[in-house]
């Protein structure tokens, strides 16, 4: 649990790394409030290293206690960033912690945005390498079925499509974009 009040934000170790991109909805963070108000909401600033800051209303929890609910929307890039907890009510802000460092994490299958995912260059390798195989086990099924296919056409058939499947992940390799 986290202690606040408008003089500390103690974050135990544990509670400074948080999960996101794939960890939806999984994390959670609960804030012991040391200075509560009568309807009073808590709302989390966090500044990301590349400048850019998110609030995020937490939810009043019983007991002098706020509830953050990790989402992964709340984390824009992973690396250190920076909380503040600040207390408002219907007047404007009535006290804000100091800042702390935490630090996000995003899965290794991801980009750590959150945003669409994006195969990797070995992903697509073995992707092509299994539309090859798929091709040898058609060129198999021609000659198996009787739907005979002359060994020049083979190699054609094979070499070309080989050239269609590669063609664009070289392109990436080489830096240039696919089309």
Same mark, same amino acid.
């Given at each position: 649990?986290?202690?606040?009040?408008?003089?500390?934000?103690?974050?135990?170790?544990?509670?400074?790394?948080?999960?996101?991109?794939?960890?939806?909805?999984?994390?959670?963070?609960?804030?012991?409030?040391?200075?509560?108000?009568?309807?009073?909401?808590?709302?989390?600033?966090?500044?990301?290293?590349?400048?850019?800051?998110?609030?995020?209303?937490?939810?009043?929890?019983?007991?002098?206690?706020?509830?953050?609910?990790?989402?992964?929307?709340?984390?824009?890039?992973?690396?250190?960033?920076?909380?503040?907890?600040?207390?408002?009510? $219907?007047? =404007?802000?009535?006290?804000?912690? *100091? !800042? +702390?460092?935490?630090?996000?994490?995003? #899965? &290794?299958?991801?980009?750590?945005?959150?945003?669409?995912?994006?195969?990797?260059?070995?992903?697509?390798?073995?992707?092509?390498?299994?539309?090859?195989?798929?091709?040898?086990?058609?060129?198999?099924?021609?000659? $198996?079925? =009787?739907?005979?296919?002359?060994? *020049? !056409? +083979?190699?054609?058939?094979?070499?070309? #499509? &080989?050239?269609?499947?590669?063609?664009?992940?070289?392109?990436?390799?080489?830096?240039?974009?696919?089309?």
């Amino acid at each position: 649990m986290i202690y606040a009040d408008r003089k500390n934000l103690k974050i135990p170790c544990e509670e400074r790394i948080l999960g996101h991109y794939g960890d939806n909805e999984v994390e959670q963070r609960i804030f012991e409030i040391g200075e509560d108000f009568p309807d009073c909401k808590y709302i989390l600033h966090i500044a990301f290293s590349d400048g850019s800051i998110n609030p995020v209303l937490l939810e009043n929890g019983d007991d002098n206690t706020a509830v953050w609910n990790v989402r992964a929307e709340h984390i824009f890039t992973s690396g250190i960033a920076y909380i503040q907890l600040k207390a408002v009510s $219907e007047n =404007g802000e009535i006290w804000h912690s *100091p !800042e +702390a460092a935490v630090e996000f994490l995003h #899965s &290794i299958e991801g980009d750590g945005t959150g945003g669409e995912y994006t195969p990797t260059l070995l992903e697509q390798l073995e992707e092509k390498i299994d539309d090859v195989l798929d091709l040898e086990d058609n060129i198999i099924y021609y000659i $198996e079925t =009787g739907d005979y296919i002359t060994r *020049p !056409e +083979a190699v054609e058939l094979v070499n070309n #499509s &080989i050239d269609d499947l590669l063609l664009p992940l070289n392109r990436r390799l080489d830096g240039e974009n696919a089309d």
